[in-house]
């Protein structure tokens, strides 16, 4: 299992940038898939970004492709998510997660198995 937390949310303005950080400890940091997920009330969590264990692989929602960038520090054993012209729409919680059930990127929210508590990121129009 392996711990999550994310940090780095808050309150911007429409066209703003924010950028989350998510700290992972336990089991073997660089050795997993990792991802950002968002929710808002009432819907499902909705994959947002992920990225294999070298980086060198990263794979986006149509959403936010463009204006999010992933990337993971494997020696601070962090995973970073820079989001850049913010909308309205990109209000949600964020989590950070990661899975040992898959060795590429996948978007279903059941193939990751351990998930942080949340950060929440709202954008003013």
């Known amino acids: 299992q392996v711990q999550l937390v994310e940090s780095g949310g808050g309150l911007v303005q429409a066209g703003g940038s924010l950028r989350l950080s998510c700290a992972a400890s336990?089991?073997?940091?660089?050795?997993?898939?990792m991802a950002w997920f968002r929710q808002t009330p009432g819907k499902e969590r909705e994959f947002v970004a992920g990225?294999?264990?070298?980086?060198?692989?990263?794979y986006y929602a149509d959403s936010v492709k463009g204006r999010f960038a992933i990337s993971r520090d494997n020696a601070k054993n962090t995973l970073y998510l820079q989001m850049n012209s913010l909308k309205p729409e990109d209000a949600a919680v964020y989590y950070c997660?990661?899975?040992?059930?898959?060795?590429?990127?996948?978007?279903?929210?059941?193939?990751?198995?351990?998930w942080g508590q949340g950060t929440q990121v709202t954008v003013s129009s």
């Open positions: 997660s990661t899975s040992s059930r898959s060795n590429r990127v996948v978007t279903y929210s059941y193939m990751y198995d351990s």
């Open positions: 990225i294999n264990w070298s980086g060198g692989n990263t």
């Open positions: 336990g089991r073997t940091f660089s050795t997993v898939i």
